[in-house]
């Protein structure tokens, strides 16, 4: 699907619904998992509170904060107004005046996410006359256009090379909060305009979760979820590396998490749902002993959709029955507590074409062994 046609959809839902305006809002607070609906219908990732006023028929127009970052929305889009402002409310509401006079039916998405200070203001005085209208941009984005895809591979390919320098670098005795951050930095200096890097290590992990100062020891298991962003959307791999030779137990169930995973893999395609990936995954582990591993509080998902401008189609979970689609981006990562030897990490990105799943990745997860 290209950007135009998921705008076309748009609007072909506004004229069903016979909605004029959409007005859409970003409050810029950029997540791997939070839809940023400014993105969606502009390409454009804000660096402050944004709005994107989306015409039925036409004349868009983009409000950036602050005013000197109209230049460079004005570098990447051409077929919308862009406005730049450092009164966002001030702004906002001239031009929902004028709205007012002309346009019988506007909806508003994602008001209740901008700060208080923001949509305060704009709900006192506008509130009765906005009518909610996620709905109506709920379903143009439910697949990844064309641009996205392709800034998704990018994304994966840094994320690639950020893991692999964290496997060049590590060493005895360096924090993992040193680690985190020169993995960080290398991929700022590989194009990633982000990175929510989620790297951990000790000898039996029972979690992922952010880096500490706690140095790095022999035998540690490293897991990390290396998610970097490119021109807005993010792609993530899931992998788990040993300070030193792992042992013939750890190698062996790490084995089994990656046979699971790519079960899961096997069952996403178009037409399935999203439940089927997980329960192909579940099913993998508990023929191996470790259903009471497969539920909370161990686990409650499988993976996850990817923004910024859509996280559909959702979690990979047990209890999400979407059908899935053609040009949906997500990640699918079984991240499995196995008692024996801990927590392990291992997940893939991947769009669905027609065929099936397609990995993103050129190097599959397995378990990397750091000399020391």
């Not at 950029?30 to 400014?38: K, M, Q, S």
């Not at 910024?308 to 979970?317: C, D, L």
């Not at 979407?322 to 990562?333: A, G, M, S, Y």
């Amino acid at each position: 699907m290209t950007f135009e046609e998921r705008l076309q959809r748009v609007r072909d839902t506004m004229a069903r619904e016979k909605v004029d305006v959409i007005i859409a809002f970003s409050a810029a607070a950029h997540h791997i998992e939070t839809a940023d609906r400014v993105a969606l219908l502009s390409g454009f990732k804000p660096l402050a509170p944004a709005a994107v006023i989306f015409g039925a028929t036409g004349n868009d127009e983009l409000i950036v904060t602050p005013s000197w970052d109209a230049a460079r929305a004005q570098s990447q889009i051409a077929a919308m107004e862009i406005s730049g402002s450092d009164d966002f409310v001030a702004t906002l509401s001239t031009r929902l005046r004028d709205l007012e006079k002309s346009a019988q039916r506007i909806a508003v998405v994602d008001l209740d996410l901008m700060p208080q200070a923001i949509a305060g203001p704009l709900k006192s005085e506008f509130g009765a006359s906005l009518v909610d209208g996620l709905s109506l941009v709920r379903e143009a984005a439910s697949r990844k256009t064309l641009t996205e895809i392709e800034n998704a591979k990018k994304a994966t390919e840094i994320a690639e090379a950020g893991y692999a320098h964290m496997l060049e670098i590590a060493k005895i005795g360096m924090p993992e909060c040193e680690l985190a951050a020169a993995v960080k930095g290398h991929t700022q200096s590989l194009g990633g305009d982000d990175n929510f890097f989620m790297m951990h290590a000790e000898n039996h992990p029972l979690a992922v979760q952010p880096s500490g100062e706690r140095p790095l020891e022999e035998g540690d298991i490293i897991v990390a979820e290396v998610t970097p962003s490119y021109r807005g959307q993010y792609a993530q791999i899931c992998r788990t590396a040993v300070m030193g030779e792992p042992s013939p137990l750890l190698r062996g169930k790490y084995e089994l998490v990656v046979t699971a995973m790519h079960a899961g893999i096997k069952q996403a395609k178009p037409g399935n749902r999203m439940a089927e990936v997980c329960g192909a995954i579940d099913e993998v582990l508990t023929e191996a002993g470790y259903g009471e591993y497969c539920k909370p509080p161990y686990m409650n998902r499988r993976g996850h959709g990817l923004g910024i401008s859509s996280v559909i189609p959702g979690n990979v979970s047990a209890n999400n029955d979407i059908v899935l689609q053609e040009d949906q981006f997500f990640v699918i990562h079984p991240n499995q507590y196995i008692p024996e030897v801990g927590y392990l990490l291992c997940g893939e990105p991947v769009v669905l074409t027609q065929s099936g799943a397609e990995i993103l990745t050129k190097r599959g997860a397995s378990l990397d062994s750091i000399a020391i």
